[in-house]
């Protein structure tokens, strides 16, 4: 009827039953971290320096999808002039570019 104390202990899991039951939740954790969280700050971290390094006549394309040239770029405005036919030009939001297709040389310093 009653259990023996050496049965109910290993019932229990031992002395370390609660912290072996933290295990797969630390692991899980961990995997997600470095599968999920850590590319994901990476692929931010690339699109934000990419932002900075705009210049005038980048090809660049936009989240809804349109490619275009960068006609003007203010580094202390949020958005940018983008020209996506021959004197049609549109202001967009500096974060809404998505890719740069193609970039330009830096203008050589004068001397």
């Given at each position: 009827?009653?259990?023996?104390?050496?049965?109910a202990?290993?019932?229990?899991?031992?002395?370390?039953?609660?912290?072996?039951?933290?295990?797969?939740?630390?692991?899980?954790?961990?995997?997600?971290?470095?599968?999920?969280i850590?590319?994901?700050?990476?692929?931010?971290?690339?699109?934000?320096?990419?932002?900075a390094?705009?210049?005038?006549?980048?090809?660049?394309?936009?989240?809804?999808?349109?490619?275009?040239?960068?006609?003007?770029?203010?580094?202390?405005?949020?958005?940018?002039?983008?020209?996506?036919?021959?004197?049609?030009?549109?202001?967009?939001?500096?974060?809404?570019?998505?890719?740069?297709?193609?970039?330009?040389?830096?203008?050589?310093?004068?001397?």
């Open positions: 009827m009653f259990i023996t104390p050496a049965h202990q290993t019932a229990a899991g031992g002395p370390m039953g609660g912290l072996g039951s933290f295990v797969p939740l630390i692991l899980i954790f961990v995997i997600f971290y470095f599968f999920i850590r590319p994901q700050q990476k692929r931010a971290k690339e699109h934000k320096n990419m932002l390094a705009l210049r005038r006549g980048d090809q660049v394309v936009t989240g809804g999808g349109v490619m275009g040239k960068v006609t003007r770029v203010k580094d202390d405005d949020q958005e940018i002039e983008v020209e996506i036919a021959e004197g049609v030009k549109v202001k967009v939001v500096r974060s809404t570019i998505a890719q740069v297709v193609s970039k330009t040389e830096p203008a050589a310093e004068k001397s």
